[in-house]
């Protein structure tokens, strides 16, 4: 298992699907780089599952940068011969952007969110320091 970690901006809104009883919200990160003076965007999948990604879905949306951490994979277009990368989302921290509203009125997500624990950030940015 390779961990890895990405940080981009959304490409599109985030999507939630049902994949047997679990929900399954998949979104795409694009990151960008000079290589021999020429911009290269990489394309990342992430997909991060249960109920974590059904409170997030609200404020990932196209523009938005986040920082994600998770199992990094590949696999092969059968069609194209392309590989893609994927991650398997374990943590996701919002960096900022996505400036689109969906309709409602957002409160503030938690800034961070890993494994069972969730990190709130109070109004002056600085988050619950545990010392």
Known sequence: MISATVVGNLGR??????????????????????VKGE???TWV?????????EALAQYLTKGT??????????R??????KTYLEVRVDQ?????????DRGE?????PARTGGDE???TDEAGFGDLPF
């Open 13 to 34: 809104d985030a999507d939630i699907k049902t994949v047997g009883n679990t929900s399954v919200l998949s979104f795409a990160l694009a990151s960008a780089a000079k």
């Open 39 to 41: 911009k290269v965007t």
């Open 45 to 53: 999948s992430c997909s991060l599952w249960g109920t974590r990604g």
């Open 65 to 74: 940068k986040v920082a994600v951490t998770g199992d990094l994979s590949t």
């Open 76 to 81: 092969e277009s059968p069609k194209t011969g």
């Open 92 to 100: 996701l921290e919002l960096l900022g952007g996505g400036t689109r």
């Open 105 to 109: 009125r957002q409160e503030r997500p």
């Open 118 to 120: 969730e990190y709130a």
